[in-house]
């Protein structure tokens, strides 16, 4: 079987599946899509792909389109969305987070050293004072 009889095949099995969820017959779905039932009969059963005509007047009935071209119900993309969004905003915060991080890693750094060099200073005053005061 090709590439494009398998999704015809496959389009037709979801066209039939959301006309048995939304409860419609296929003479229903016929007078809804203005189209004739060996037409309808042609589409769920993978023969013929639907058309956008077809497509566009069955979801104005309630089908979901994301269902039938992709086989993903629309609740289940949103999920997927949502998961993605989800881990975007965690992404995003665990960059601003090691980033802080990074900053903070770089201010530590250069405390040390500011901290090094004012004991180096304080030293050098040391033996600066300890020369002075000794004759």
Do not use: W
Not at 15 to 44: F, W, Y
Not at 83 to 112: K, R
């Amino acid at each position: 079987m090709s590439d494009t009889e398998l999704f015809k095949h496959e389009v037709g099995e979801r066209v039939k599946s959301e006309r048995k969820r939304l409860g419609l017959t296929q003479r229903q779905l016929c007078d809804i899509a203005n189209i004739s039932p060996p037409t309808m009969s042609l589409i769920e059963a993978g023969s013929r792909s639907p058309t956008v005509k077809f497509l566009n007047a069955f979801c104005a009935h309630g089908a979901d389109l994301d269902y039938l071209v992709n086989g993903v119900p629309k609740r289940e993309n949103s999920d997927r969305r949502q998961a993605n969004e989800l881990l975007a905003n965690y992404q995003e915060q665990l960059d601003q987070l090691l980033t802080e991080q990074d900053l903070i890693e770089q201010s530590i750094g250069t405390a040390l050293s500011t901290l090094k060099t004012l004991q180096r200073r304080v030293k050098d005053y040391k033996k600066k004072i300890a020369k002075l005061t000794c004759p």
